[in-house]
């Protein structure tokens, strides 16, 4: 392989400068961390899966004309994206009731929640990523009120197609965390989802029995994380093509 230059490295993947302007390579890696990385291993294969599961959902998200910095996978680690101002912000959309919205406000996990709900954390290891409200994200200049509308809509579109295409596979989105970025092409700007969307940041639970198949399997020392990302893609009928 060349020698790339590494314009960012991440708990969980590595960005290097792409082949063109305005491209960058996004590799994968084996770490699975949690609790903002108080929890860390490597786990054989996790970054292939995310690499095939992501690449699966924003193919599909640009061909349903949702923008995102996608443009192709490479080899089983890497993707070629598209370089954008990342918006230091966490976008969580909540189904059902888990996780951290549970524990604050006293809800049992499973519970259905009334209707979907947005969160916005603001992206901070050194303060343990931080829920932030709107008035915090505008007043301190991080997205404006119009960019917050477009990465609500976009959000809110994102959930709906995830959801469809879990449910087809026989499996709850309980909730998921995306990350948009702004695309510039000349002068023009729009705000597109970033990052991955993959088993790590999402809550998947299978319809059927209510097991886990997701990072928390990891989070919770349950066990059996790769073979729960395998049956995700194995589901998706994304295993075992060719490369
Ligand atoms: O922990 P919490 O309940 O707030 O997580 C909500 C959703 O966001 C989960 O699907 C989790 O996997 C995801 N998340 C993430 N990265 C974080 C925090 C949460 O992907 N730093």
New binding site residues.
Partial sequence: MNRRRRIYEGKAKILYEGPEPGTLIQHFKDDATAFNAKKHEIIDGKGVLNNRISEYVFTHLNNMGIPTHFIKRLNMREQLIREVEIIPL?V?VRNVA????SSRLGIEEGTQLPRSIIEFYFKNDALN?PMVSEEHVTAFGWATPQEIDDIMALAIRVNDFLAGLFLGVGIKLV???MECGRLWEGDMMRIVVADEISP????LWDIATNDRLD?DRFRKDMGGLLESYQEVARRLGILNEPE
């Fill in positions: 966490e969580v888990a996780g951290s919205l990523d909730d998921f965390k790590d940041n999402c809550r990072k």
